[in-house]
């Protein structure tokens, strides 16, 4: 998941760099009790993160966000904990955007509380915006989630049916960013991208689209693995994937930078090819190949 954790004071810059060393694919933004730049942080951060984590006052937590809220599709995750890493609370898209998850792992890597206020986990209930999400699902639209979600709490029975209620679950196209060695092997390539796959759940079948940087379009055991598995492939320039690293602030390395050009292939890659994307696996190593994978959300605007 990619992240973005505030922190507001000395305290609490120690627990956010606590978790970034914990999480992959987050970033520490550190500002004090500067509120306007850390607002203005907030505006700038708010869509190109997966989730945004505040070490400090849930108060101060929900007057940042507010501007920002759309619906419990489009959300990012928003949690929030406390200086004395006493609770960690989910805030905001505990289902779909993952913030109910996200607030378990980051208690149980501060020894802190989780706090989860969702009805259906209270209740210790199956949600169905929680269990599609974790399937690479999209549920909608978010009226019959809540009226499933209700029917639940109240007891009573959920079926299949052609009633009045109907909920869609559409399936979240995975991308695959690759980046790899020059002459890496068609077997290599394919062995890395499911291991990635399993590592999400997934199986390579649910691979809808291969991206890459456009210096590989050359590159013979990453096209044979294309055509392997009948998948298409694009091929971005260094520019675009520059372009996509600094709207998402991705991460770069230093040395890829000098070889390619940009110092991020696979993330920016799988980014750069759809409006909008949510990290399910940040960039990777294996045996000579680098790989990430996003669910595709642009269809849901």
Known sequence: MHAAIFALTPRGADIAARLNAALDGSRVFVKGRDFDRLRDLVDE????????????????TVRMIAPHIVDKLNDPAVVCV??????????????VGGANDLTRRLATILNAEPIITTATDVEQLPAVDAFTSDLGLMPRPKEAIKMINSAVLEGRRVIVTDGETELELVPQRLIAGIGCRRGTSRELIAAAVARACSMIGQSIERIGLIASI??????????????????????????????????????????????????????????????????ALSKTKFDGVTVALIWDRSDQY
């Open 214 to 279: 456009d210096v590989k379009n050359d590159e013979i055991g990453l096209i044979d693995f294309a055509r392997s598995i009948d998948r298409p492939i694009k091929f971005f320039d260094a520019a675009i994937l520059q372009s996509t690293v600094k709207r998402y602030m991705l991460d770069e390395s230093d040395f890829v930078k000098n070889q390619v050009g940009v110092g991020n292939v696979c993330e920016a890659a799988a980014l750069s090819s759809v409006e909008r994307g949510r990290l």
């Open 82 to 95: 406390d200086e004395r890493r006493r609770h960690v609370i989910s805030v905001l898209s505990g289902h």
């Open 45 to 60: 951060t708010f869509y190109k993160f997966d989730a945004l984590i505040f070490v400090g006052a849930l108060g101060i």
